[in-house]
């Protein structure tokens, strides 16, 4: 049995991890409540692009642009959208195991783009082709970031460094639960026409300043930058979710320890007591 | 019939700006300001950075946009810019520097100047300067 001495130094040990927990699952939930708000900030923006993009795709059909078009797969990229930082449960092994396993079903030629330092380091210890890295977007994406990374990813797709790009990411579904989720990206898949209940006579009454193709090509790259910028705002709120998560199960740990340490901490003491008066009872007999 | 006002709400992808009814607007089109009257008709347009207009019972009021586009459809009005910033909202010396730093670059002509990324910067500067008198 380990003396008093050590049991007690172990439970001031765990006391002070317990309290680092405690501080960072805190941290964690107050993070994610503005990263909640930030994520139903950008709906209305979001439902309103898709609006119009719904009804020009279905207003004129066959509309041609580069972002568009459908080209054969030989070099396939992914986004990864992974933390800069662990301490978050399973969240960025989440997002590494889908990508790894959209990897190796993969049967063009792949690269990755990470976003977020966790997924850098893990890419460039397996050598997976990096064509670009972006590390340190802080705790409240925003908007300007997402463009910065969408237009590069379009940039790339439109030099035809790729012919396909995909978006590897963290649904946030609540607070407690979270989806790695893989989306294409580009080319753009026109949403899907909205039929019966936006009769298409509608669209036909619009006017379309310069022209529908005009409307179409600001559109497009928009289409694109909101997607990300969604997908950014997901993972991290997703990511505040899993740290709160994890925070929180291990400061139970913690208490469980803690407990458990100080129950053998009692025995040990009681032990020692015994002992002592069986040490002075026995002197005392001998003494007679 | 026509009604009096038109809805315009100003949203970007991080929040809803504003969210008023409006005499009328004037927004920064690719072609050209464009006006917008209560009753018009279906449009879809895009738009350049600028200044929109806004006059609520004849006061008029400003609104530097770093483009986007705009959709009106049932007396709504509905700009979905990059970045709005109201006209008291802006700093106007920033803005003022920033005007500079773009005259000054497309003035030397540095080489390996992205001579259409100073001259979007200047474009922003200019309105946000306008909308900010």
Redesign the interface.
Known sequence: MPGMRDIKRRIRSIKSTQQITKAMKMVAAAKLRKSQE?VV??R???N??RQ?ME??VAGAAGLQHPLLEVRPRQRVGFVVLTADRGLCGGYNANIIRLTEQALREEAAETALVPVGRKGRDYIRRRRYQMVQEYTDLGDNP??IQ??EIARRVMQLYQEGVFDEVNLVYTEFLSAIRQQPTMVRLLPIQPPPDPGADQPAADSA??????SPA??L???LP?YV??QL?RALLEAKASEHGARMTAMGSASDNAAEMIDKLTLSFNRARQAAITKEILEVVSGAEALK | MAAKTILMEI??????VLQKEVDSLVVP???GY?GVLPGH??????LKAGVVKYTIRGKTSRLALS???M?V?DNRA?I?A??AERGEEIDLARAQRARERAQQRLKNREAGLDVLRAELALQRALARIKAGE
């Open positions: 930030k900030a950008a209305p923006y979001a309103k692009l119009v009804r020009l925003n908007f997402a463009r009454e619009y006017i379309y300043e310069p005009g409307v090509a600001t559109l928009r930058e909101t910028y | 949203v970007t992808p991080e929040r809803i089109a690719f072609e464009l008709a279906p449009l879809v347009t895009g483009g986007g586009f959709e459809v509905v979905l990059d970045t």
